[in-house]
Every structure is written in structure tokens, then in C-alpha cells.
């Protein structure tokens, strides 16, 4: 665990361990949960669709396309015990393919109707 006070600010990094020069990585989803179980119930969204939700996100700059580095402010869930769990979805692509996931950025993704 690491541990972090509220309101303080949460410095992540993630980096692909991979020989290619040509991989790069981007961070699609990363989400929040009181639990290590459940991350869609009762779970807060960071980043969704590569589209930032939380107003504290910031992606810093990155020396080489297979580090990424954000922070965020750390907080605590109402009702829960102090543990948070976060679970980020990171794409590989092919540096300089434009048509990759890697270089859509935010996806909003439209939500299906109901039939009745």
C-alpha cells in the first residue's frame, strides 16, 4: 500500500518494459473503488475513454513515449474505510500510428437505449 494524505496529491507512473522504441502507452481508464473487488459499483472514475473526469487529473510530460506519468488528488470514499483502490486500463500502440487507440484521445462513448 501506499499511503497519502486527503486532498494531497497522488503521483502515479507507469512504464512498459519492452525493447521496441516504437511502443508507446495511453492511459484509457482508470478507476477508483472502496473495494478490491468491484470496480464499477460505488466506483469513481479518474480517466474514461481517455477523457479526464476528475477536475484534479494532470498528465505530466514524459521523457520517452513508454513512461506515463499523472497525478491526481487523493480522497476517501464516504461511508468506507480509508483504502482506496485504483485500476487503470493502459493501451500499447505503435508510435506514430495515427489510427490507433493510442491517438483518438477522449471517446465518448454513446449509451445504448433501452427498449421497452
Known amino acids: 500500500p501506499y499511503y497519502v494524505g486527503i486532498n494531497q496529491n497522488l503521483y502515479l507512473q507507469a512504464s512498459l518494459q519492452s525493447s521496441d522504441p516504437l511502443l508507446q502507452l495511453f492511459l484509457d481508464t482508470c478507476v477508483a473503488s472502496p473495494t478490491p473487488h468491484n470496480f464499477t459499483r460505488g466506483s469513481y472514475a479518474i480517466i474514461e ?33 480509508s483504502e482506496v483502490y485504483l485500476q487503470c486500463k493502459l493501451v500499447v500502440c505503435r508510435a506514430y500510428d495515427y489510427s490507433s487507440r493510442c491517438y483518438q484521445g477522449c471517446v465518448h462513448r454513446s449509451k445504448r437505449e433501452a427498449s421497452s
Open 49 to 81: 475513454n481517455g477523457c479526464v473526469k476528475d477536475p484534479t487529473f494532470t498528465k505530466y510530460s514524459s521523457p520517452h513515449r513508454h513512461i506515463l506519468r499523472f497525478r491526481f488528488n487523493a480522497f476517501q470514499f464516504v461511508q468506507s474505510n
